[in-house]
Every structure is written in C-alpha cells, then in structure tokens.
T-cell receptor, first 112, second 110 residues
Framework: AQKITQTQPGMFVQEKEAVTLDCTYD???????LFWYKQPSSGEMIFLIY??????QNATEGRYSLNFQKARKSANLVISASQLGDSAMYFC?????????FGTGTSLTVIP | DAEITQSPRHKITETGRQVTLACHQT?????MFWYRQDLGHGLRLIHY???????NKGEVSDGYSVSRSNTEDLPLTLESAASSQTSVYFC?????????FGPGTRLTVT
C-alpha cells in the first residue's frame, strides 16, 4: 500500500513566487517523522526540512516551511520566494518505527 | 569533515554476476540504509541496519543482501544480477531523524 503520495508529477512556478508541493501520508503509528528532500539534476539528495508527529508548530527552515495537518495526514512543502536554483525533484518521506518511505516525487521548474 | 561515500559511482555488469556496492560513512552513525531509485517509484528501501550485526529487509529486498561488521560500512550485494536491478542506488546513514545520503551508484545490468 502506498504510504506516501505526491500527486503532482510536475509543477511550474514564476521566480520570486511561492509554491506549495503536496504530500499526503498513511500510517497507523502515533510516532513518525515527515521529511522533504531536494534532488537537483546532479543527483544528490539534499535534506530540506523535518516535522515530527508530536510537533505542534509547523517546521520552518529559511524559505522552506512544512504545512503539517495531522488530521488530514498531509505534510505540504511551501517554498517562498522561489529561485532558479530551486528547480529540482522534491521528495516527501516518512519515517515510522519500522521503515522509511519515500513518495514518487514532484519535479519543480522555476521560470525566470 | 564527516561524510558518506559510495563506490563505485558507475558500474556495468552482466546478468548473473555477483556485484557488491560499497558504502562507507564517517559520521559514526548507528543507522544505515540502502535504497534504489527508479523513475516512477521514487526511492525504495532495500535493506537497513540499526547497528553492528543488525540487518533488516526493506520493501524490495529480494535479490539483495547486506552485512554489517562495523559501524562505518554497509556493503550491498546483488547475489546474481538481473536486468531488473538496473537502477541508481543510494546509501544513507542517520542517528535518528535526518538521513545523510551518499552520492549514489549507477548500476547497469546487461
């Protein structure tokens, strides 16, 4: 069963605009963590942001914020003031006590 | 600086051969992971280890094995390589939440 769902295969955003990348998850565990990773065309996986299931406040890291809605089981990534260097694949992931699950990714293209 | 490395970075092998991909980390992390990345599937967990002598199967473990004899290394072995195992392989390590990824190994099985 799909544990992490990213429904947007590709997204476009104008430079300097904000963009939201969607992620929904499925787990019966009470304790879990949610992550976003960036994979540029060079191939490396870059950690962006983390949200714990018990964290009451949404995580923020610079221009990245995670919109965590526990009841809806969603963990959307918001990138503010998009830059050309933000063009990349973005993966949502979930860590449960058992395993680590990744979504299929969203390709983001920032348009000048 | 601490790091995680993978070798080789590129490998071409023939069907049926045994192949071992190396992963070495200097973070001194207890947890290590192997993933494969394929178009349309994202990253899928192959095997993971929470410490020396500990290994566990992930989502797509068939045809792969790992062993953990020390903290720094988690080699991934393809017992008899198949064309379906052509992929990009990522190793990662962590102490808990955040995972640090290696640069990846592109494996082609012909």
């Amino acid at each position: 069963a799909q544990k992490i769902t990213q429904t947007q295969p590709g997204m476009f955003v104008q430079e300097k605009e904000a963009v939201t990348l969607d992620c929904t998850y499925d787990t019966s565990d009470q304790s879990y963590g949610l992550f976003w990773y960036k994979q540029p065309s060079s191939g490396e996986m870059i950690f962006l942001i983390y949200q714990g299931s018990y964290d009451e406040q949404n995580a923020t890291e610079g221009r990245y914020s995670l919109n965590f809605q526990k009841a809806r089981k969603s963990a959307n990534l918001v990138i503010s003031a998009s830059q050309l260097g933000d063009s990349a694949m973005y993966f949502c992931a979930m860590l449960t006590p058992i395993q680590f699950y990744f979504g299929t990714g969203t390709s983001l293209t920032v348009i000048p | 600086d601490a790091e995680i490395t993978q070798s080789p970075r590129h490998k071409i092998t023939e069907t049926g051969r045994q192949v071992t991909l190396a992963c070495h980390q200097t973070w001194n992390h207890n947890n290590m992971f192997w993933y494969r990345q394929d178009l349309g599937h994202g990253l899928r967990l192959i095997h993971y280890s929470y410490g020396v002598q500990d290994t566990n199967k992930g989502e797509v473990s068939d045809g792969y094995s790992v062993s953990r004899s020390n903290t720094e290394d988690l080699p991934l072995t393809l017992e008899s390589a198949a064309s379906s195992q052509t992929s990009v392989y990522f190793c990662a390590s962590s102490t808990g939440a955040e995972q640090y990824f290696g640069p990846g190994t592109r494996l082609t099985v012909t």
